[in-house]
């Protein structure tokens, strides 16, 4: 199931496609994700074998195999599951282009050109969830989401879709949703979460120690130097105590962490090796800091490692002047 995928560079711009407007597209959404569920034997598929559904603008479903059952070393199997990791299979709304000469007549690198992260959907179809890939058009992207678990987005149609797409997933989508863009440049999913600032969304952080580690030097850059400690055995500190920007205190609420679950031990050895301390006790972390309209600024923070009363690690980390 290792599919070559495309250089960035060579992709082509996309648009979004005129389509035929049904009068029950609720209804073009239900059938297409049945088709999917229980291909038509003309498909040509073998005892098992999945599929994924590119729904079309002329609202056909087109049906794309993923590999046979037992044609994928295990190993690729777990690195497909840890995209979306559940309990259950999933029914996901995909967004990309589609452009029909490269699906009727190209072959699978004209397909790549389309839909660059075409290999993740055929992955994800393979370990079992139900993909319906479509152009996002205004007249069938709200009927796509009643029944989605996940709306996943092509990053290259995002400027493409209306301007309340957000408002309308984060209301029609069922509980416990998850909305990711596809990220063309670096290929990564990207989670999108509800914000008050800006258009009504933005992009999430993931949960975990590595993304903790980093969130805290972003918010500690942010505001005067104040000394930050994290001790192993203990709750990480709240970011949404340490900010003081509205903007940034709203920023940081908004932030997936349970801070009590975050393992502070883990987050002290990552900024240790950020700061190459190695087995110092001192040292210093330097960064840069993303500050708006695509510049960098450089800072610099102090690190210190002791040990409490109890013999736990203790790293204090402070804003360098």
Not at 91 to 104: M, Q, T, W, Y
Request: include cysteine.
């Amino acid at each position: 199931m290792v599919i070559k995928m495309p250089e960035t560079t060579d992709l082509p711009e996309p648009y979004m496609p005129a389509v035929d407007v049904r009068p029950d597209m609720r209804a073009v959404f239900v059938d297409a994700r049945v088709a999917v569920a229980n291909p038509d034997p003309k498909a040509g598929l073998a005892s098992g074998q999945r599929c994924l559904g590119i729904l079309t603008p002329g609202r056909m479903v087109m049906i794309v195999p993923a590999p046979k059952l037992g044609a994928v070393p295990d190993q690729f199997v777990e690195q497909v599951k840890q995209l979306l990791p559940t309990d259950r299979p999933l029914k996901i709304a995909a967004v990309s282009f589609i452009e029909l000469n490269a699906f009727i007549k190209g072959g699978m690198p004209d397909k790549l050109k389309c839909i660059p992260n075409l290999p993740q959907l055929i992955g994800l179809a393979f370990v079992g969830h139900n993909i319906i890939v479509f152009e996002g058009h205004p007249s069938a992207f709200e009927f796509a989401l009643p029944d989605s678990d996940v709306l996943l987005i092509d990053s290259g149609m995002l400027p493409l879709l209306q301007g309340d797409w957000a408002e309308l997933a984060f209301r029609a989508m069922p509980e416990g949703r998850r909305i990711l863009v596809y990220d063309r440049k670096t290929r990564a999913l990207r989670p999108v979460i509800k914000s008050k600032i800006g258009p009504g969304w933005r992009y999430g952080e993931p949960d975990g120690e590595a993304s903790y580690a980093n969130c805290l030097l972003t918010t500690l850059a942010k505001r005067n130097s104040v000394a930050v400690e994290v001790t192993a055995g203990q709750a990480t500190p709240d970011l949404s105590m340490l900010a003081v920007d509205p903007k940034e205190i709203e920023w940081t609420v908004e932030l997936p962490f349970t801070y009590e679950r975050l393992d502070a031990a883990k987050v002290i050895d990552i900024l240790r090796r950020f700061a190459k301390l190695g087995d110092a006790a001192s040292g210093k972390l330097e960064a840069k800091l993303a500050t708006g309209g695509g510049k960098l600024e450089s800072v610099a923070f102090a690190l210190h490692l002791t040990k409490d009363a109890e013999g736990r690690q203790r790293l204090k980390i402070e804003k360098a002047a």
